[in-house]
């Protein structure tokens, strides 16, 4: 059969396909979506419609006269993910799922696939075949809740600052010189200027700090490192924040409460969603495990039996060590000076450590934060100690002539969260179009 | 008298200025910002702390034995925009601002300033010396105003796109070909290829409606174009958003509405925000007025007496002659065709003409959108005719294979709809760091 496509005309769309139900039995509703099977039964044809919210089944019986004759010739005849729009009425009936059908009173094929798709939802592809094929595979359940779990998660950590005094703010991401110093940025062409990706909203968000007091933000930041891991990509979603008159300690109470407003946000917004997922998620008791750097040192080679020194980072394979004594959502704190940046305020009565912190999630690093410097004079002699020169600084010192307070922040990676929240094994599945060193399309 | 710095120890702020008032009378506080005002008039010496929701008057009197004699001695040697934090205790007094001052108990300085701060509130200094000192700048009431109406506004909008059903999304900012093949992009060195910095989320936006139906996305775009207006910045903030299975008029009236949600929502938060601003905002009515681009070109011709032809693009000084006759929020729809993008559907009754509109706020372009194409075969013909090689376009092309709806959006201009809400003269006012072709810094 030739199907024409139809235009959208004036048919909008009255109802979601979770929006029905057997209660509205006899109503008339108008849905639209995409063509996710679609069977012949004898005198029996029918497909599923799938919509961003879910899907029901449309069903024409040969024998039921409220079905036009063109609409029973044409289901047979539509192809998977075809964009169909169907103004129907609700038949209840159990043996449909979700205990209802659509009997269809008009069909518009709004446009067609491709004749063989490159996915089929529920098996298992390559996540390269995935990515490569992006709008198809995420219009598959499993990551529209992914997604929808993002979102939720968006507004509840901008709810809970929002109500907590933070101001939300907007950082550049163009910058004339290499913040925090480091050498794994990506160069931009500006007109005949030098200038790069930044890397971090870390020296604009602590210079805020000086204006609004408390501040947010949530938005990319980028990394030029060939790190081809499950943890890392080129270009990172952050949630960053920064307080004011205030140092790691109310960084750290903070930000455990905001993570429990998200986690109960989702549990209460994104019970299906996460019933997809198969993902139960524990609120966790406040106040978080704080652990020392240096406890954590111990642990590892007495009951890690772990080769580490004082002083070392500690890689992913020394957390897969601590993931048998330390789980769920935990910070450690004070670490080495020499291993933090130079904006990272030594701890007054031993200089060797430091007010930082990780918030870790088992193995997995999710955020780092701690107090910064405040005084002028100590942060140039932090950046030369760091071998960094004070002059490509210049106008972030110039800030702490202004009357810069006390301060402390955190940065959080968006995507890491959404995985420990969504079970996902990869970075790359949390994020609609990953980019890594090797991908740059779609 | 030699000032020391001290640390912030075991003092938290118990309130912002603006909790306190005279009904407080005797009520112990702790307060902290920055010394905005210094005055010692005989017996009598007092500051004006600011923070980041107002100011309040610290007082202290030679003969209240409240006040520690060292206190009574720092006071006359603070500095202008020192940071303090007070201890101190509520007074009735109705000849202080706001009919109270604070009598000061403990005051800690914790950051002192440079000596001659190079810009003082009240005075008037050229936007570039402001630009260059932003983090004092941004300190002043007027500022802080302006910034706090955008944190209201980006959680209006959230609000009201949540619930409306669309998913907030976020789509990459750096890309492997030009979208919209556009010439005015910034090109990046990512590892050994080719790629640039995103003008536009649309294409991806166009993508994800065939995901999540409705999406949003507030987010900075690039336009390396070298204008030098008050209009214009390298890096811009915008709101995408596309709606699947809708055209045009869905567009234009689901952000008719999305405005009076948020200007309500200002009106309703920024009281005295908008009052240091001086602005009113008045809530437009709904539907706003539609003029199709051939009466605005008759209207300019006869009552404008403005040399233009159809088809030609309204300029801002022909946008200047409307002015006398259109005012506030209003739509141009119905373009010419030739003068509008690929992926804009021309109309089925007049292909000259397109489902595309302009949001315009008198003179200032707000928004631009309208229904898409989204038959693969007609986008490749668009792309033909605007002489761009659909080959460049594979990627996006691909997702008219997988089941692509009838579609429209827009993108609208944050910064600019922050100057129409703030009255800023200028868009560099309306964001915390411009980026200009001449300004990469702060």
């Not at 925090?180 to 990506?186: D, I, K, M, N, V």
């Amino acid at each position: 059969m030739d199907v024409p496509l139809e235009s959208l005309g004036e048919l909008r769309k009255t109802h979601y396909t979770s929006d029905l139900s057997a209660e509205d039995d006899g109503k008339e509703v108008v849905i639209g979506g995409w063509v996710a099977k679609n069977r012949s039964l004898g005198g029996l044809k029918f497909f599923i419609l799938q919509d961003r919210e879910g899907s029901c089944q449309v069903t024409a019986k040969d024998d039921n006269p409220d079905v036009p004759d063109d609409v029973k010739k044409l289901i047979p005849a539509l192809g998977i993910m075809w964009v169909v729009m169907v103004k129907g009425k609700i038949r209840a009936d159990q043996r449909a799922p979700g205990g209802f059908e659509v009997v269809p009173l008009q069909v518009k094929v709004l446009n067609k696939t491709m004749q063989q798709l490159p996915l089929v939802e529920g098996t298992n592809a390559e996540l390269d075949t995935r990515l490569n094929n992006r709008v198809l595979d995420l219009r598959f359940k499993r990551n529209q809740a992914i997604f929808k779990v993002q979102h939720v998660m968006f507004n509840a950590f901008r709810e809970f600052f929002t109500q907590n005094h933070f101001t939300e703010i907007s950082t550049p991401k163009i910058i004339g010189s290499a913040t925090e110093g480091g050498t794994e940025l990506f160069p931009i062409v500006y007109f005949n200027k030098e200038a790069f990706l930044s890397q971090s909203a870390q020296l604009y968000k602590e210079q805020m700090s000086s204006v609004f007091e408390r501040v947010f933000e949530i938005a990319p930041c980028y990394r030029a490192e060939a790190s081809h891991t499950k943890r890392h990509l080129c270009e990172i979603l952050t949630l960053d924040i920064e307080m004011g008159f205030a140092n790691i300690y109310d960084v750290l109470s903070t930000f455990e409460r905001a993570l429990v407003h998200v986690l109960q946000a989702i549990n209460k917004e994104c019970a299906s969603q996460l019933k997809t997922l198969g993902q139960k998620l524990l609120v966790p008791e406040l106040p978080f495990k704080r652990y020392t750097y240096s406890e954590v040192i111990d642990l590892l080679q007495t009951k890690g039996k772990y080769k580490i020194e004082w002083g070392e980072d500690i890689a992913t394979d020394a957390y897969r060590v601590l993931d048998k004594f330390m789980k769920g959502y935990f910070y450690i704190i004070k670490w080495p000076t020499a291993a933090k940046p130079f904006y990272i305020q030594p701890c007054e009565d031993d200089e060797k450590v430091s007010e930082s912190f990780d918030l870790q999630y088992g193995f997995l690093e999710l955020a780092s934060g701690g107090t910064r410097v405040h005084n002028k004079d100590f942060l140039i002699q932090r950046l030369r100690e760091k071998k960094l020169n004070p002059v490509s600084f210049e106008d972030h010192l110039k800030a702490f002539d202004f009357g810069m307070p006390p301060h402390a922040g955190l940065g959080f990676g968006i995507g890491r969260f959404l995985t420990v929240l969504t079970g996902a094994q990869d970075i790359r599945e949390a994020v609609l179009y990953p980019r890594t060193p090797d991908r740059l399309t779609p």
